[in-house]
């Protein structure tokens, strides 16, 4: 099956630059695998294989022709992990902001998952071996708990019951300005940016996407913070949704919200309940702000709301 390319505008930024290295910047992909495509002739300039080292030129328009290899198997590593619970069946995480969750493109190490390897080497058995154990993700810069699988048998419940939306997630995002509901649902679908690879846009053409939120506090008028729960699990699908209605998450530059003392978006998963794949009985989890965004909401006046606290049961229906 031929893969349609995808068509990249050189910005006038990158104009100068050598051809892996502005391929690299725009995609997120490391050096070595752009290079790998360039040997391959999987990248084109203005319709021509260049050498690695072309230096692009205004206007220049790159083609993608192909992706790089999947990563490999990961191994074991002595990556720290905030574990909040563990038992036979799963492992409820806390990923600290800046930890990318799985190996990838440009993170072939270093990530949660090697880390729960180093700590539960059971979990190479567990679902895809290129991201075992993994039945849901956070982005990197995101903070808050996750639930991992360790076991076969947990790893496909769990899957299920995410695709059932019987696995409640919810989230602290502090956005721009007061959004004109209290509460509501943004329903609307998430697909791959036409302009920007590396990003998320709302598209009639993309999958269903789902998130509901509730507006929590406000310093007034300038913002606002809010709960919001998932419904789907699309890529950056809170960022992309807020920002589609006006209300970008703070610090949250990829989706209209630069600047600011954060240095990353103000998003925490603070609060996790499903159905225990062994027990039955249904575990919920809650996870403080970390101290950047604590910090943050007390410069604004806005007190915290999550606080850690152990599972606890029958507290919590998904809905």
Do not use: N
Request: charged share 25%; proline share 8%.
């Amino acid at each position: 099956m031929t893969r349609e390319p995808d068509d990249l505008l050189v910005p006038d930024a990158l104009v100068g630059e050598r051809v892996d290295r502005a391929v690299a910047l725009l995609t997120g992909w490391s050096r070595a695998e752009v290079q790998a495509l360039l040997a391959r002739g999987a990248v084109l300039v203005d319709g021509t294989t260049p050498a690695k080292s072309a230096r692009l030129r205004a206007g220049a328009r790159l083609e993608l022709l192909g992706e790089p290899s999947p990563a490999g198997v990961p191994h074991a590593e002595p990556v720290p992990v905030d574990v909040r619970a563990a038992d036979d069946d799963v492992v409820v995480v806390h990923k600290p902001a800046g930890l990318v969750v799985h190996p990838g493109a440009g993170h072939e190490h270093g990530t949660l998952v090697h880390g729960l390897l180093d700590r539960y080497p059971e979990l190479a058995a567990v679902g895809d071996p290129t991201r075992p154990g993994i039945v849901h993700r956070l982005d990197r810069d995101t903070s808050g708990l996750l639930v991992v699988a360790r076991s076969p048998r947990a790893y496909d419940r769990l899957v299920a019951d995410l695709a059932a939306h019987d696995v409640d997630r919810r989230y602290l995002a502090l956005v721009r300005g007061v959004p004109a509901a209290a509460r509501a649902t943004v329903d609307a679908p998430i697909g791959r940016s036409t302009r920007q690879r590396t990003r998320m846009a709302v598209r009639a053409a993309g999958r269903p996407a789902r998130t509901t939120y509730e507006v929590l506090a406000t310093d007034g008028d300038e913002v606002a913070l809010l709960e919001c729960r998932l419904e789907t699990g699309r890529t950056h699908q809170i960022r992309v949704h807020l920002a589609a209605i006006g209300h970008p998450v703070v610090g949250d530059a990829a989706y209209g919200a630069a600047g600011g003392p954060l240095g990353r978006p103000f998003l925490h998963a603070y609060a996790l309940a499903f159905t225990h794949p062994g027990t039955g009985e249904r575990r919920r989890f809650e996870a403080a702000l970390p101290a950047d965004l604590r910090s943050l909401l007390e410069t604004r006046g806005i007190p915290p709301v999550a606080e850690d606290r152990p599972a606890r049961t029958g507290d919590v229906e998904a809905g």
